[in-house]
Each structure stands twice: as C-alpha cells, then as structure tokens.
C-alpha cells in the first residue's frame, strides 16, 4: 500500500472524504503548500511513518485508504504545535481528530488504535461518572489492551501519595451527562449532526 | 646550424632541366601578362652577378621579361616587394609576382592583414624542391646536403591558391627535420641553459635590422623598436636590449610570421631568429589550431579569442 | 620577520575587478608582503608585454598580471584577448629561458580581497625562495658587445679588406 | 479593602478532574494561595468533566457539548471562572472560540445541553488572575519569603499558549507570564529551550514510550540550563514529569532529581501559606532537601 | 622641467599610522621636477582641498599627485579640486597609500618604504599627463525600436509620447508579438486582445512612429546618437498606399490551406492573409512560398478582385536607411522545441513526450490558441485528436527549462504562472474537468502572483503534483502520464485526455546574428547580455542600444513593459541632450604611423575602430589607416597593447605614462 502506484482520477480521487474532513475540523486541506514545517516541529514525528506534512498531500490526492492504513493518526498527540506554526492555518491537529473519528467509525478500533481505547474508556467514564476515575481508567484500560501488568509499580506509589482514590463520590448530576450523551447520538441518527 | 651530417648527400633533388623549364615557362607568362596589359610589373628573379646566384628584379617591360630566372638559388620572398616597406612597387596597378609556397603563405597573411588586395595581384606560383642554405656551394646541383635548413620539412613545395601554377615537382625524399630537432633540443634543456643559448647568441647581434628590413611582416611605419618616447626598447646594440629586441620581434611575429626564414637568412651574425618563429608557430598551433598563411583568415590567433580557450596557467 | 632578501614584485591589474579587490582587501584590513607594487590599467587587455619585460629589465624579480574573471570584464572581451597575449608570451619567455616561476597569471574580482592576498602573498613567497632575478639585471650591466668575430664569412670578409 | 465586601476580587473555580485526585496539591495550593492573597473562590457546583484530550479525539461535537454544560454551570456563579488545570482551561477556551466562530455548531451543541452557552463568560486561567487581574506589584508585595536562590524551569507545555487565538494568555511561542510571576515572588527563572515542547500528555496511559523519550528531553533542557526545580500549571504535564520521572531516570541512566511544582505551590511557598496547605508531601519527586537548602522550608 | 605638487594624506591616522608620513613627503619633495611636497591630516577635506587649490596657484603646479586612498573613493574629488585651481583634472593624480598600503601592511619601515616607491612612479607617470578635454559627440533625436511585440510597442509609444521620432520594425506582416496569441493574462486574468489591441492601434495612428512591418533589419553602423540603419522591406506583393484593408482577396483566394502559424498550426488561412482579424497595419501580405500565382504563374484572383488595385505581384525587397542616435532592442523570444532532438538544435528533445507523434500533447502557446475567443475553436477547449472536450488534462512544467544536461539551465520564469493560469481557464470552462499539474518548485514572485497560483490550488482545485513526468504514451484514446508525487514518495498515473507542455522560452532562432549586425553580446543561450545584471539592466555595453522584454532573458508582460518603458526612459535621457559628453579616456591614432593592418579594429571589443582612407590633394588614395571613433570606444586599450607599431594611443594610460612608471620602480 505504502508504495504502491497512484492512479489519479476524478474516480479514484475520493474528493467526498476529504470534504467531509474539512467539515469536521473546520480546515482546508487545500490551502497548505507543503512547506513541511508541522513536521518540522512535531514532538511524534519520529513514531510516525506518514510525517503529518505528507498527511494532509494524500488527503489533497483524496487517498484517504492510505491516511488510514497508516499509524501516524494515532500517535498525534494534540499538542497543537502544527496548527500554531502553519502558514497557512491548516488545523492539522483538528484534522487529526476528524480523521481518528472517521476512522474509528469506518473500521473500529485496531491494533494501532488502541491509544483511542483509552480515550474511549475516558468517554464511558465520563458517561457513567460524570467526572475522572484514573484508577479505574487505568485498570480498564491495562486490561483491554491486554497490558495487565504495565505501571504495575506505579499504582500503589500513587495510592500512598493519595493520588489516586480507590473510591469516588458521584456527581450528584450524574443524569445530565447522560442526556448530553443521548442527544447527540439522536442528532447524528436524524443526520443533524456530523 | 651548420648541416654537416648532411653534407656529405649530394645527390641532386631535382634535374637542371627542371629549372630551365620552369623558367622558360614562367618568361612566356611574364611577356604575355605584361604585353597583354594585365599587370605592370612582374616581380620575379633575375641572375645574380656572383655564379648561382639569384637576386629580386622588377620587370615592366614585355621585352626583358627573359630576364626572369627561376633556381634554387632563388632564395628571397618576393612578398616584401608589396608591403608599405617598399613603398615604390604597390600601387602602381596590378602586379604579378613570383611566389614559392613559402612565399605565398606570407602574401596570404599580408592580405589578411589588409597590407594587400588579392584582386591587385597575379601570382605566378613556381613549384619548389627548396632554395640553397647559407653557405652552400652554388656550383653544386641543389641537394638534401646544401637545401636550406626550413626546406627539409618544407609542406608547401606546390603552392595552392596563385593564378597559375608552374613546374611539377618529382617526388622528394623524406628528409629529417633540422629545425624541429634543434627545437625539441632547447626545449629539452632547463631554462638556465636556454637562457645562456640565447644570450651568446644576442650577444652577436649588432641591430643591423636586417631581419626587420627583410620580413615580410615587419611593415609598420615607424618599428615600435626606434622610438624614444617612450623607449620599449634599448636601440644600441647591448645585451640587454638586445635581449628585448629579439623577444619583441619574435612576440609581434607570433601567429603571423609564415615561416620563409628569410631574417635568418639575412642575419649577419648567423642568430638562429627562425628557432623564435618556428617554436611561436608551434605553440600557437598547439594552443588554437592556427597555423599562419595556408589560407587568408580574417583573423589571427591574437586578434580573437574563444571564451573556453586554455586558462590552465591562470590562478 | 626580516628576510635576507625582499623581492621586488610589479602588478600590472585592471581597474575594475583585482584593483578593486585590492581595494578590498585594504578596506578589510588584510594583511599581505609589502613587496608588490601595484600598477592600474583600464583594462588587462591594454597590458603589453613589453610592459612585462620592461619590468624585468628594470629589477622587477616576479610579475603579476591580474584581471577580471571571464565574463566579467567591464569592456566585455580585453581580459579574453589578454588571456591569448599572455599565454603566448609566457611561452616565449620560457623559450628564451625565464623561468615562468616568476611570471604570475591570476583572476581576481572586486569581491575576492582574500584572493588578492593568496595570490600575493603566494608569489612573493616563491619569488623569495627563489632569489633574485639575476638574468636580465646582468644583461643590464653588461656594457660591451660580446659578439665574437670568428664566423668563416667574416674572417674571410676580414681578410678581405 | 472595603469593608463591605469580604474580597475585592472574587471567581466562579473549575477545579476538573485531575485537581480532585492525582492532582489534588494543586487544587489544595490553589485554594490556600487564593485564601493568602484573599481572593474569593467559589467552585461551579456539580461540574463534569472537560473531556480533556480524549473527547474531541474521539468526539469533537461531544468534547465541545461537554464543556458548554460546565460553562452553563458556571454561569450560575458569580465571577469570571477561575480554572488551574491547563487541559481544562485549553478545552473551555477552545469551546467559546469554536462556538463563536461557527453558529452552526453552536446550535448542536445548543441542541446537545438543551439550553443555551454563556459564551461571554470570562474563562481565566489563575496565572491570569495572578499576574494581570491581582496584579504582578501586589503579588511581590504579598511576599513574605521570597524564592531568593531557587532556579526554576518554567514549563508551559502545549495547552497553555496553543493555538495563539484559543488560550489568549500570551505570547504562543515566546511566553513570559509564568516568568513574571516567579520573578514577583523573588525566584529566579532559567532561561532554557523545552518550556513550550510537548510531554507526550495524554499517551502517559496508552504509550508511555512516548513520554520517556519527550519528557527525558524536557527533564535533560531544564537540568541543562542549570535548573533546580521545574513548575507547571498541568496535571498532565506534572504526572509525566514527576510520577514518571524515576522511570525515565532509571531508561536513560540519567539522574535528574528534579521537584516538579505547580505554579500555585512556588507562590504559596513564597506568600507564607504554609508547606502544609501545599500539598508538598504528595510530590513524588520529593522537594525538601530542595527547599531546605534555599531555606525555604 | 616639471612642476608637480605632491600631498600625502594622513587620513586622520589610517595612513600615518603605519605610514611615516613625513618622510614620504621629505623624501618625495626631492624628487626631479616635484616643486613642493606636503602631509596634511585630511586632504579630502575641505581645508586639504584649499590647501591643494592654493599650491597650485602659489607654486604654479603642472601636476598633483594626491598619496591618499584609493582612487576609486577621491579621484574625482582631487579632480575637480584641480579643475577648480585652474589645472586640467587629468594632470591630478592618485597615489593609493591606504587600501594598497596603510591598511595591508605592519611594518611601519616596509609600508613608509613602499609608500615612497607608490608616490615616486606616482609622480613620473603625472610628468607624462596630457590635457584630455572632455568629448562631445552630436545625438539624432529619433529612436529604432526593433521588434513589435508588447516590448516594442511600449518602448516605441513611450519615446514617441515624449515627442521624438521612432522608427518601428517588425518582422512579422502585423505587429502584437506573442502577447496577440495569448487568451488571457495572468495575474487579473484580462483579456489579452483587450488590452493589447488599443495600443497597437495607438502606433498605427501615432504622428511620431514610423511603423515597418515585414520588414527586417539589414545592417546596422555608427554609434551612439549617430546609427545608420539599413531596413529591408521585404515584397509584400501588396501596395501599403492603396489597400484599404477591406478583405475581399482573402475571402476569394482560392489556396485556403495553410496552416496557420499564429494559431500553431490549429486552423488554415488563405495565401494572401493577414495573420489575425485585429492586425495592425491591416494590409495583407502575400505568402509567395504557398500562392499559386507566385509557383505556377497561373491564379491572379486577388488582383481581379481587388478594387483599389493594390496588388502589385511584381514587387521587390526595399532598402531603407534610417539615421537614429538610440536603438531599443525588443526583439522577443522562440519557444523551445520539446520533439526529437532536431540536427541543428544545440538542445536535447523531449522524445519521451512524444509531441508530434501524440496529437493531444501540446505545448502552452496551442492551449492559449485553443482557449482564446478569437482562436481556431471560438475558445471551446476542444482537443486537437477528435475535437472532444478533454476532461482529465494534465499540465507539465519546466520542460526544457532547468534541464542542464539537456541544453537549458535556467528558469523560464513564466511558465509557472501560465500554468496555473491555464488551470484556471480550463475549469471556467470545463466545470466537470480536472487539471493535474507536475511541478518542480512553483515560482511565483511577483505582485499578486503566489495568490493567483494558490487561487488556481485552492478554489479552482487544480491538483498540484510536485513531481515529473517520466513519459508519455497513447493508450487507446488517452495519454498515459507517468508520473511521481516525491512528497508523498510514490508513482503517479493518470490517464489524461489531453497534455499541456510548459516548454521553455528561448532566445529568437537568429538571435546571435541580429546581435552581431548591432554589435551587442549575448550569452550562450543567444540572449542579450545587459551592462550590469543590477545596475544597468537596460543598456547594452554598447553605448546607445537598450534591451527590453524576453530578448534578455525569460521574461512575463508585467516584466517586459516594465523594461520597455524603462529602455525608453534611458533613451529619452540620451536624447534631452543635444551634444553626448563623456570622459576622455579613449584611443586615439598616430594616422602617420599607422600602418593600417587593423589589428586593432579586430579586437575592438566596442566597433569602434573604422578604416579611414588618406588622400593627397588630388584624392588619390595614399593609404588607408585606423581610425577610432571617440564616441564608441570605451576605453579598454586592447587596440594599443595589440597594434605592433603603437600607433593607436589610449588617453590616459599611454606607453609613455606606463613606461615612466615601470622605469620608475
């Protein structure tokens, strides 16, 4: 894939998505010349194989199959340090979001992905809690990743530092968050919402 | 440049009859050309008082025209007869002149250098086995033993580009380049020993100018050696200036100079000013392809200049 | 440093590029041998080669001459036809036994102060190695002819008379 | 002072998540430095969580529908909202400025929290409050221990200049706020290279190769430049650099010995708040032979 | 005997630092013919100055030697010091002590030593000056624009306006250039026609141009402010007088296929023709390779029909002489051949591209043709194979340009933005099209032009591929491209039904050889060489000739009218005087010794050394000698080293002044 021969047409050019990434991050794909200087300066750059700069040439090229066979999505971190800097305002940490949700939607989660895991894990908490667990998070998330031992050591650290509390209050308003949750899942299933 | 090995061959080039045919032809060209009113005078040679040998003559006059000679004692290069030197001869309409291939290759340089118009001359060449060298005893058919030293690696002997051409030569033998080898022996030495080479040989010199007067080339009107305002060049005969009348000559011959060796021949104290040409020739030859006089070009190897020729010695 | 001999150097340069570089290397405090004298012409093209001997002849002991890159001359081709002058008449100086050692060619421009310095500094170096420039300084004070008169044609003229 | 009211300056607080657990010191010193300069806090009652980098990776109507109901929230109290937690401070920032700009959106998210977004409530991050609302003259003449001696690494991290047009706190690439502050209190800040470079945030959980390699950086620039300490203003940043420090100590064979503190505890140190209302025992990283030799404990 | 005045300078302390400046001036002032030698703090100043001008009136000097700093900082300020004391400024010269001696040098010894030699020859060379008087030379107030594109009728307008006769030629039957060909122009995206035409027609009706069309010029001599041109007009086998311009001989010329040039061979015209609907003048001219009349004898329909009778078959070329004191050069550019390799060529073709052979490959003058309103398609892109709109085109950039190895090493400067242009038009009229462009680097400098070039990227949604193509071929009815994106670091293909080449712009075929009839040099691309790539970038080396559009180099219209109006600045400048001054140092011939062999005027970098033929009083002709015209020759004085005698002296560097400073040494 990585390697493989372009053929450019307006068939094979998936304009469609590329659009549909403008729409969610707010930015244009086109404006940006390729200047270079979001990979220039991205902390990630060296866990990347597609550096962010080639990123947005294959969403002009509409080779979107190639955005997201690859792992760079996932190892942005949204420090926002491309965005800043771009000559031309190109979002691209808003367009590495729109692209982690069109993956995630198009494919769910796979081996390069699990960083979303985490996120998404960080969402359920949020749904059923209303707030942060981070013991939990983390126990949650170690195990579905199947990495049950990792930061094994730093656990109980944190728990003799009160850092982290086996036990939480609830938000007594727990019910709102929920209602957030569901409307928009009712948005998106009515189509009035990307 | 005393050719001693070679004395001893004095097998004679050509037959006698060959210069007596040669000139019996080159007599009836003349009357007819004179008579005939092409041209006003025929430069040519005429029997010298001394037994074989030769000296320059004018001839306007149909009926002297059997005055005309051609030998191997006919030694000088008539071209000077045409330059602003002899002021007398040109312009007096269109003049016919005897030319050896030598000869001819001077008269092309003069026309390139506007001294000349090819349309004022007709040129009689004569085929030529070569002249005698200094010294040579006149008595004797002309042989590889008393040739003149630039005829033994002669290329021009039928010469192209005259009017008419008369005499066919036979063919001559291959002769071993005296010149050439002379040079290759200077240039052989270190510069300590070439500048002792030359400068017992300047020393001799006592500024006769006779290679000026004889040269072809040398037809400025006032030498850049005879002034004195400024002075380039010391004009009594001492070392020094000497030294700098020699290079001078041979730097403003360089790329011109065709090669007759007539200054040599002039020479009274026997320098060997034909060695500064011929290496001037050569390395001009070496450096852009240019060789003087084969044909009239408009320009000379130091009137041009092409912008990737050789830099090498420059820093 | 004091050497046990100081070359004379002459310069014979262009105006427009190695004066200017000179000029250059002046204004950028460069330091070089003060052996070189230094002649402006308009142009290397106006430099004769008689200049270059008369330099000799009056106790020059190394010559430079230094022009405009190619292509660069003010006046489009005189460091061209230079070019051709000079390297035909380093070959007659060689022919006669200078030793072209002596003799320097450069291209220096306006721009090139540090070359300007090289190149001096480089031949003054050299000359000084070499030593002085004997040939033509004894040529000048050898007052007398010193032709010999032993030519066969002029003993017998001699004998003659 | 007037005596009629209690503090003449007085905010709405949106502690977040972090600030009630593994960044409860900052939520402590926040409190105890506020209480110091007597400005008035008052927390957003029943507030959710921001969503912090996850939720807009994962869902950006989502992420922005979070924190307009915490903006909703707040806007029931009174005063400009005081946030600490850069994570937090960035996301309710972003969501006024993405709001702002886009009506459309604004409407879904409307819809999403079922009432409307206070989008003209002022969000303030403290090291606002402290050096331009409070005042960085006031804030020197609170001193009553002065950080004399203790070189500081300020670190600012991504969220709290980036983008320029969301946080509006400062300059984005060349920052003095955190500086300005630390000089008022009488420390002394080192000038060094990594102070805006990222430390791998939110991949602590997911990768943590990430935050060995960028926060070894950030930990080698800050010893480097000749810094005895570093300070933040983010949970996240504080949790790579501290928690995991002896991790990164022990990959890189490098020992840094480096106390990480929040912003809030150098200036409650300096405003005679006492070590114990700062929160200083939960650092893992332990700070006392530091401050012991600065005579600052 | 001399009197010369010599004054070392201090220069604050910059010379007399290293410099003992006292003894120079001790030493100096007991030189032959030096009547007074003096130091001062700063001669430059205005006191040194009143110092000079006084020794010069006390001391009666005939000559200064100011030991200071380099000429090239005060010559003319001591000049014109001397000037002002009553001395000609050319017997003031300059010992350079500083740049060549203070500032190089340590040893306070050495550099006083060398100081004192640098003064002495100093001294013999002023013993040596002449007078020079400053030359005049006359100026002909009428301009020679060469060349009737968008350059020359710029250039030609702007002169006439300011009230001075132009002589215009063009090569072409109608003047317009390239610039008529065009569709639109970038960056406004205006009509070429639009704006080109009212100009065109503002020569033709101009009281001050004198407008040659098919016409060429033939020999150029003279010099500045005193050219003699010589114009051939070629036959145009219609008479200018009588033709009213109204059609009807092309309408009934029965040879109708000819392939049109001005529309790149697209559409055909008749064999008598005028090249497009708007040409200026608007007289035909008859095609006499391709009229039936002029190859069989047999035809004659356009005289029959013609009512003014202004068909004249028996017409000949016409030799014009017309005297200018300035020439603008605008003679416009070739574009370069991307086939095969053609014999002649000093350039590698594009045989991978396979133009020719490929009739939808074409190059961007035939799209211009294609997408203009007055085109063979009435504007409809429509491609040349089976007339069907293309919807996938590809455009490929610096074809032929920044190629080195295969002939062209620069940048053509425009294609860049034509490209982008051609993008823009393509989707204004193909809304359902996609144009691709493969690029090296896009070059956009230049007002509004990087916008315009993101414009066509970012709203016109051309795609941009930074990479080049590798072949061309036919498959089926398309062309497959074979391409590669390096930024993203793989092959590219795409099937395009239609290839636009930006071929490189090149010198005009015959460039070389209208340079040589002007005397004016060129590069080795046969492109006019300026003065001073920044300083004169207008004026040729030879005086009198300027530059303007692509002759120099690639150029865009922006550009090009830009350097027109400017050339005919420089030529309104020469012209708002009546005599041409100009410094002195120029060559000069001994006629008495000259031996005319006119080795000098071979090497002449400037032309300006002509055969002067002496005669006696009846007019016979006693010699002809060199003669050097003060007011073309620049100066260098290649003449005198190279003439054998010294018979051309150049003024201010004579041998007699070198000579007295070798000797000086």
């Known amino acids: 894939m990585k390697n493989a021969k372009m053929h450019l047409s307006t068939e094979t050019m998936n304009l469609g998505f590329v659009k549909k ?47 997201l066979a690859g792992r760079s999505i996932w190892y942005c971190a949204s420090c926002e340090t491309c965005s800043t800097r771009c000559p031309n305002k190109v979002d691209l940490a808003a367009i590495m979001d729109a692209l982690r949700k069109l993956s995630w939607d198009a494919a769910g989660p796979s081996k390069e ?82 | 440049m005393n050719n001693t090995a070679q004395k001893h061959d004095a097998t004679p080039l050509v037959a006698e009859s060959y210069y007596a045919a040669v000139t019996d032809a080159l007599r009836t060209e003349a009357a007819r050309l004179l008579s005939e009113g092409v041209v006003t005078a025929v430069i040519g040679y005429k029997e010298g008082r001394r037994h074989g040998t030769a000296g320059p003559a004018i001839v306007v006059d149909p009926a002297r025209a059997n005055e005309l000679i051609f030998s191997a004692a006919c030694v000088n290069n008539l071209a000077l007869y045409l330059t602003k030197a002899k002021k007398g001869v040109a312009g007096t309409g269109k003049i016919a002149i005897v030319a050896k291939g030598c000869d001819l290759r001077a008269l092309a340089g003069l026309m390139a250098e506007s001294q000349i118009r090819r349309e004022d001359l007709h040129i009689i060449g004569v085929a030529c086995a070569g002249v005698f060298g200094s010294g040579a005893d006149r008595r004797e058919p002309l042989s590889a033993g008393n040739l003149a030293g630039k005829c033994r690696e002669c290329s021009v002997g039928a010469p192209e580009g005259a009017d008419i051409v008369i005499g066919t030569l036979p063919p001559l033998p291959e002769l071993s380049p005296v010149e050439a080898e002379e040079l290759a022996r200077l240039e052989a030495m270190t510069p300590a020993e070439r500048w002792a080479f030359w400068k017992e040989n300047f ?43 020699h290079i001078v000559r041979a730097m403003h011959l360089a790329g011109r100079c065709a090669g007759c060796a007539e200054c040599e021949r002039a020479c009274p104290m026997d320098i060997p000013l034909n060695l500064l040409n011929r290496k001037m020739a050569r390395e001009l030859k070496e450096l852009y392809g240019h060789e003087a006089g084969l044909t009239p070009v408009e320009k000379g190897p130091l009137v041009i200049y092409r912008e990737d020729d050789d830099q090498s010695f420059i820093k | 440093m004091k050497h046990d001999f100081e070359p004379k150097i002459v310069a014979f340069v262009c105006t427009w590029c190695t004066y200017a570089g000179a000029d250059l290397a002046g204004t950028s405090r460069m330091q070089y041998p003060a052996n070189v004298r230094v002649l402006k012409f308009p142009c290397t093209g106006r430099i004769d080669p008689v200049f270059i001997l008369k330099a000799f002849q009056k106790g020059a002991d190394g010559v430079l001459v230094s022009g405009c890159h190619p292509g660069d001359c003010h006046y489009m081709a005189g460091n061209f036809h230079a070019r051709r002058r000079f390297a035909a008449f380093r070959k007659l100086l060689e022919f006669v036994g200078v030793d072209l050692a002596r003799l320097e060619f450069s291209w220096v421009s306006a721009a090139e102060g540090g070359k300007w310095v090289e190149v001096v500094t480089d031949l003054t170096e050299r000359i000084r190695t070499m030593g002085p420039l004997a040939e033509f300084k004894e040529l000048e004070t050898e007052e007398h002819w010193s032709g010999r008169l032993e030519t066969a044609e002029l003993k017998e003229a001699y004998n003659n008379i | 002072m007037s005596p009629n009211r209690k503090f003449a300056l007085s905010y709405s607080y949106y502690p977040g998540c972090s600030l009630h657990a593994s960044a409860k010191e900052y939520d402590v010193s926040t409190k105890g430095v506020f209480n110091a300069l007597r400005i008035g806090l008052k927390e957003v009652p029943d507030w959710f969580c921001c969503g912090a980098t996850p939720a807009h990776n994962v869902d950006e109507l989502l992420s922005l529908a979070l924190c307009a109901k915490n903006l909703s929230l707040a806007g029931k109290v009174e005063g400009d909202l005081a946030v600490a937690c850069a994570a937090c401070f960035s996301r309710l920032k972003t969501t006024q400025h993405r709001l702002k700009e886009n009506d459309i959106k604004r409407k879904q998210v409307e819809t999403a929290i079922d009432g409307p977004v206070p989008l003209g409530k002022k969000v303030k991050h403290l090291l606002e409050i402290l050096a331009k609302d409070f005042g960085l003259d006031k804030l020197e003449g ?32 060349a920052p003095t706020i955190m500086e300005n502050v630390i000089k008022a209190v009488g420390g002394e800040p080192v000038a060094w290279s990594h102070r805006l470079e990222c430390c791998g945030a939110n991949f602590t959980l997911s990768r943590p190769g990430v935050i060995l390699k960028l926060s070894n ?8 430049a000749g810094a005895d300490c570093i300070m933040v203003a983010c949970p996240l940043c504080h949790g790579n650099l501290d928690i995991r420090q002896e991790e990164i100590e022990q990959a890189t064979g490098r020992r840094y010995g480096m106390p990480v503190f929040y912003i809030t505890q150098l200036v409650g140190l300096a405003c005679g708040v006492s070590p114990l209302r700062l929160g200083l025992e939960s650092m893992i990283v332990s700070p006392a032979a530091l401050l012991r030799e600065k005579n600052l404990l | 005997m001399s009197r010369i005045g010599v004054f070392i300078c201090h220069c604050g302390e910059n010379i007399s630092r290293t410099v003992d400046v006292e003894r120079v001036a001790q030493v100096t002032a007991r030189l032959p013919g030096v009547a007074i030698a003096l130091d001062y703090k700063y001669m430059c100043s205005d006191p040194g100055q009143n110092l000079l001008k006084k020794a ?69 060379r ?59 122009t970038f960056p406004t995206l205006d009509c070429s026609q639009c704006i080109m035409t009212p100009k065109m027609v503002d020569v033709a009706n101009h009281p001050n141009i004198k407008l040659y069309t098919w016409s060429e010029i033939e020999e150029v001599s003279g010099y500045i402010g005193n050219f003699q041109v010589t114009v051939r007009r070629k036959a145009r086998s219609v008479d200018e007088d009588k033709c009213t311009g109204c059609g009807v001989c092309m309408a009934k010329c029965p040879q109708k296929k000819i392939d049109n040039a001005f529309d790149r061979n697209l559409g055909t015209r008749p064999a008598i023709y005028v090249p497009f609907p708007q040409a200026v003048p608007n007289t035909p001219v008859i095609d006499r390779d391709n009229c039936t009349r002029f190859k069989t004898g047999k035809c004659g329909v356009c005289e029959k029909v013609c009512g003014p009778g202004a068909i004249d078959y028996g017409q000949q070329d016409q030799l014009i002489v017309e005297p200018v004191g ?106 359902d099209g996609q144009a691709y462009v493969f690029f090296m680097d896009a070059r956009t400098p230049g007002k509004n032009y990087d916008e315009f070039w993101r414009r066509a990227v970012e709203e016109e949604e051309a795609v941009y591929i930074r990479g080049m193509v590798s072949r061309l071929y036919q498959k089926g009815d398309k062309v497959v491209v074979m391409g590669s994106d390096v930024l993203v670091g793989v092959q590219v293909e795409i099937e395009a039904d239609l290839v636009v080449l930006a071929t490189a712009v090149q010198a005009r075929t015959g460039a070389d050889l209208l340079a040589q009839k002007l005397g004016i040099s060129y590069d080795r691309y046969n492109f006019y060489s300026e003065a001073h790539a920044k300083l004169k970038p207008v004026e040729c080396a030879t005086a009198g000739i300027y530059l303007a559009g692509a002759c120099q180099g690639p150029k865009d219209i922006p550009d090009t009218v830009s350097q027109a109006s400017a050339a005919a600045a420089k030529v309104m400048t020469l012209f708002a005087k009546d005599q041409l001054e100009r410094e002195p140092i120029v060559a000069r011939v001994n006629e008495r010794n000259c031996a005319g062999c006119l080795a000098c005027k071979k090497v002449c970098p400037y032309g300006a050394v002509e055969e002067k033929e002496i005669r006696d009083r009846n007019g016979n002709l006693i010699k002809t000698v060199a003669y050097v015209n003060p007011g073309v020759c620049g100066g260098c004085g290649t003449c005198q080293a190279t003439c054998p005698s010294k018979s051309v002296e150049l003024d201010g560097y004579t041998d007699e002044q070198i000579m007295a400073m070798i000797e000086a040494l």
């Not at chain 5, 013993?127 to 020359?152: C, S």
């Not at chain 5, 294609?415 to 051609?422: D, E, I, L, Q, V």
Request: proline share 6%; aromatic share 8%.
């Open chain 5, 56 to 124: 010069v009136a006390e001391h009666k000097l005939d000559g200064v030697v100011v030991a200071a700093c380099s000429p090239r900082m005060h010559e003319k300020t001591f000049r014109n010091a001397a000037r002002a004391a009553g001395l000609n400024p050319f017997l003031c010269e300059m010992a350079n002590i500083r740049e060549h001696c203070s500032w190089v040098h340590e040893d306070r010894e050495e550099a006083t030593a060398k100081a004192i030699d640098i003064v002495k020859f100093t001294v013999s």
């Open chain 4, 142 to 173: 609170a001193v009553q221990k002065p950080l004399t001696g203790l070189k500081i690494a300020c670190y600012y991290g991504c969220l709290l200049t980036r983008p320029p047009e969301v946080p509006e706190l400062d300059d984005c690439e």
């Open chain 5, 126 to 184: 002023v013993k040596k000056d002449r007078a020079l008087a400053p030359i005049t030379v006359p100026i002909t107030k009428r301009a020679l624009v060469i060349g009737g594109g968008i350059a020359g009728i710029q250039a030609a307008l702007d002169i006439a306006d300011a009230g001075h006769q132009v002589v215009l030629v063009e090569r072409e039957p109608s003047i317009g250039g390239h610039m008529a060909q065009l569709s639109e």
């Open chain 4, 217 to 224: 950086e950030i930990l080698a620039s800050a010893k480097d």
């Open chain 2, 203 to 245: 020393a001799r010199c006592i500024r006769c100018f006779a290679c000026r007067q004889v040269c072809p080339f040398c037809y400025c009107e006032q030498c850049l050696c005879d002034r004195n305002r400024p002075q380039a060049v010391e004009t009594t005969p001492r070392p020094a200036g000497n030294m700098a009348w």
């Open chain 1, 113 to 194: 992905s699990y960083v979303q895991l985490a996120n998404r894990l960080f969402m359920e908490n949020i749904r059923t809690y209303g707030r942060q667990y981070e013991m939990r998070l983390a126990a949650v998330f170690n195990m579905k990743s199947g990495q049950f031992l990792k930061d094994l050591m730093l656990g109980p650290k944190l728990i003799t530092k009160g850092k982290l509390k086996m036990f939480h209050a609830k938000n007594q308003n727990v019910g709102e968050i929920e209602r957030i949750f569901s409307r928009i899942e009712e948005m998106r299933k009515k189509g009035e919402a990307p």
């Open chain 1, 21 to 67: 990434v403008e729409a969610l991050s707010g930015s244009s794909v086109r404006r940006c010349f390729q200047c270079g200087k979001c990979s220039a300066g991205c902390p990630m750059r060296s866990f990347m194989e597609h550096p962010p700069n080639r990123i947005v040439r294959l969403l002009q090229l509409g080779q979107w199959e190639r955005v």
């Open chain 5, 326 to 431: 300035a020439i603008v050069v605008a003679s416009g550019f070739d574009l370069y051949n991307i086939g095969p390799k053609p014999a002649d060529s000093p350039y590698e073709g594009y045989g991978e591209f396979g133009y020719g052979a490929i009739p939808d490959v074409i190059d961007g003058l035939t799209f211009e043709r294609l997408a203009s309103a007055s085109g063979p398609t009435g504007g409809k892109i429509l491609r040349p194979s089976d007339g069907k709109e293309p919807k996938q085109v590809v455009f490929i950039q610096c074809v032929g340009s920044r190629a080195r190895e295969k002939g062209i090493s620069y940048c053509s400067k425009i294609c860049c933005m034509y490209t982008a242009k051609h993008t823009m038009l393509y989707k204004h009229k193909i809304h």
